[in-house]
């Protein structure tokens, strides 16, 4: 069992930067691939970037890339976002997920096995 806690979140004026960390406890996370999703009301979860076990690999939807970086550090058991040039688009709860299959944090299959609670981020105009 993993347990996910996001944490970052906050208000930022638009062009700001804001950084989101996942922290993992119960199992090493180098046993999985990562990702981030976010979630607006109405709206269904999207994919907004996911990292291989071993950071080799990383992929960004096009809504963010070039904006967003992700990156972990797995002897830390934690996994970032970092988020630069923010938009008021980008507001909504972010999401970190963990999954040992690639093709789930990437949002291309369903079923990810763990969810973080989830962080608020909100971009003023």
């Known amino acids: 069992q993993v347990h996910l806690v996001e944490s970052g979140g906050g208000l930022v004026q638009a062009g700001g930067s804001l950084t989101l960390s996942c922290a993992a406890s119960?199992?090493?996370?180098?046993?999985?691939?990562m990702g981030w999703f976010r979630q607006t009301p109405g709206k269904e979860r999207e994919f907004v970037a996911a990292?291989?076990?071993?950071?080799?690999?990383?992929y960004y939807s096009d809504s963010v890339k070039g904006r967003f970086t992700i990156s972990r550090d797995n002897a830390k058991n934690t996994v970032n976002l970092q988020m630069n040039s923010l938009k008021p688009e980008d507001t909504a709860v972010y999401y970190c997920?963990?999954?040992?299959?690639?093709?789930?944090?990437?949002?291309?299959?369903?079923?990810?096995?763990?969810w973080g609670q989830g962080t608020q981020v909100t971009v003023s105009s």
């Open positions: 997920a963990a999954d040992s299959d690639f093709r789930k944090v990437r949002g291309l299959r369903f079923g990810i096995d763990y």
């Open positions: 990292i291989s076990w071993n950071g080799g690999s990383t």
């Open positions: 119960g199992r090493t996370l180098s046993s999985y691939a």
